[in-house]
Nanobody, 122 residues
């Protein structure tokens, strides 16, 4: 059974940083493209970043370019999202997801975690 478990969320002041992690089990992690998505209250889910199987290709939403970094450790079956210079508009539940393809489209992802809350105060 595929399991994705996010951690690292919390409350931080604007300008601060958080490192999100996603521990994967029940799948051949290195065979999956991975992504981070977020959903704020009253808004649709949106892609934050995506990374290819090897980590050689990455994609970022324009809203987070230059501030967030996605990475993965295939030996540890773990996905990361380093978030810097956080803004109040980054407040959302952040989800990690697994896809058989490298993609930034949510519909390509078949496995999802439960999410971790990130709250940025002004």
């Amino acid at each position: 059974q595929v399991r994705l478990v996010e951690s690292g969320g919390g409350l931080v002041q604007a300008g601060g940083s958080l490192r999100l992690s996603c521990a994967a089990s029940g799948l051949a992690f290195s065979s999956y493209g991975m992504g981070w998505f977020r959903q704020a209250p009253g808004k649709e889910r949106e892609v934050v970043a995506a990374i290819s199987r090897s980590g050689g290709r990455t994609y970022y939403a324009d809203s987070v370019k230059g501030r967030f970094t996605i990475s993965r450790d295939n030996a540890k079956n773990t996905l990361y999202l380093q978030t810097n210079s956080l803004k109040p508009e980054d407040t959302a539940v952040y989800f990690c997801a697994a896809s058989l393809e490298y993609s930034w489209r949510g519909q390509e992802y078949r496995n999802w975690g439960q999410g971790t809350q990130v709250t940025v105060s002004s």
